[in-house]
C-alpha cells in the first residue's frame, strides 16, 4: 500500500461552520505533512508532524487545527475561515531517515471553498 | 534557507520530441535530494525523478533523466519522446537529509503543454 488517502475530496464550507479534512496512510511513515495550494502556484508547506508530535508550524492562523491521533491519522480543524483560505490542501507521509528514499508521498487534495 | 528556482513559468513540445526544463537551487547543505514532481490537472502529486545529491551518476527513469550539476546547483528534467500525457506542471523540489521530517522546497513550477 504506497497510498495517502485524504476525505472529502471537495468541501464547501461558510465562514461560520466548523470542518475537518482527514488524511491517512498505511505505509509505517512517522513524519506527515499539510501543504496549501493556491490554484497555479507551489504547494506552500503548513505543518510537519513526527512522531504524531507537532515538529514544524509556520505561523499558521490560528483557524487552522492539526492533530495527529496516531502515526497513521492526521486532520485538519478548519473554523471560521475566510474566503481566501478557499484552496487546495495536500497531504503528504515520508520515511524515516534511516529507510529513506527521500520522497514525500502525496494524497489527491481537498479542495476547499469557504464562501 | 534553501531555495529552489525554475526559470520557466511555460514550456510546449511537439509530441514525440524531447524537452528540458530547467531548475537551479541554493543550499549549504552538503546531504539533500533533489526531485522533479508532476501535477496534472487531476491535482495529485507524483514522483517523476529523484536525485540524492552524494550520487554523481545521473538519475534515469524510463523517459525521464536529469542532468545534476552540483557545483553549479542546476538540476534540469529531460523528457523524451514526449506523450500527450506528460502535460502537466512540473514542480523542482528540495529536501534536505539531515532529519527525516524535512519538507520539501519547492519551486514555482513549469507548467508543460505537449502539442499533437
Known amino acids: 500500500d504506497t497510498e495517502v488517502t485524504q476525505t472529502p475530496k471537495h468541501l464547501v464550507m461558510g465562514m461560520t461552520n466548523k470542518k475537518s479534512l482527514k488524511c491517512e496512510q498505511h505505509?509505517?511513515?512517522?513524519?506527515m505533512y499539510w501543504y496549501k495550494q493556491k490554484a497555479k502556484k507551489p504547494p506552500e508547506l503548513m505543518f510537519v508532524?513526527?512522531?504524531?508530535?507537532?515538529?514544524i508550524n509556520e505561523s499558521v492562523p490560528s483557524r487552522f487545527s492539526p492533530e495527529c491521533p496516531n502515526s497513521s491519522l492526521l486532520n485538519l480543524h478548519l473554523h471560521a475561515l475566510q474566503p481566501e483560505d478557499s484552496a487546495l490542501y495536500l497531504c503528504?507521509?515520508?520515511?524515516?531517515?534511516?529507510?529513506?528514499?527521500?520522497?514525500?508521498?502525496f494524497g489527491e487534495g481537498s479542495r476547499l471553498t469557504v464562501l | 534557507a534553501q531555495t529552489v528556482t525554475q526559470s520557466q513559468p511555460e514550456m510546449s513540445v511537439q509530441e514525440a520530441e524531447t524537452v528540458t526544463l530547467s531548475c537551479t537551487y541554493d543550499?549549504?547543505?552538503?546531504?539533500?535530494?533533489l526531485f522533479w514532481y508532476k501535477q496534472p490537472p487531476s491535482r495529485q502529486m507524483i514522483l517523476v525523478i529523484r536525485?540524492?545529491?552524494?550520487?554523481?551518476q545521473n538519475a534515469t527513469e524510463n523517459r525521464f533523466s536529469v542532468n545534476f550539476q552540483k557545483a553549479a546547483k542546476s538540476f534540469s528534467l529531460k523528457i523524451s519522446d514526449s506523450q500527450l500525457g506528460d502535460a502537466a506542471m512540473y514542480f523542482c523540489?528540495?529536501?534536505?537529509?539531515?532529519?527525516?521530517?524535512?519538507?520539501?522546497?519547492f519551486g514555482k513550477g513549469t507548467r508543460l503543454s505537449v502539442i499533437a
Open positions: 523540489a528540495y529536501r534536505s537529509a539531515n532529519s527525516g521530517n524535512t519538507p520539501l522546497v
Open positions: 503528504a507521509s515520508s520515511q524515516d531517515r534511516g529507510q529513506a528514499t527521500g520522497e514525500l508521498f
Open positions: 508532524y513526527s512522531y504524531e508530535k507537532l515538529s
Open positions: 536525485q540524492e545529491a552524494y550520487k554523481q
Open positions: 505505509m509505517g511513515h512517522r513524519a
Open positions: 543550499t549549504s547543505e552538503s546531504d539533500y535530494y
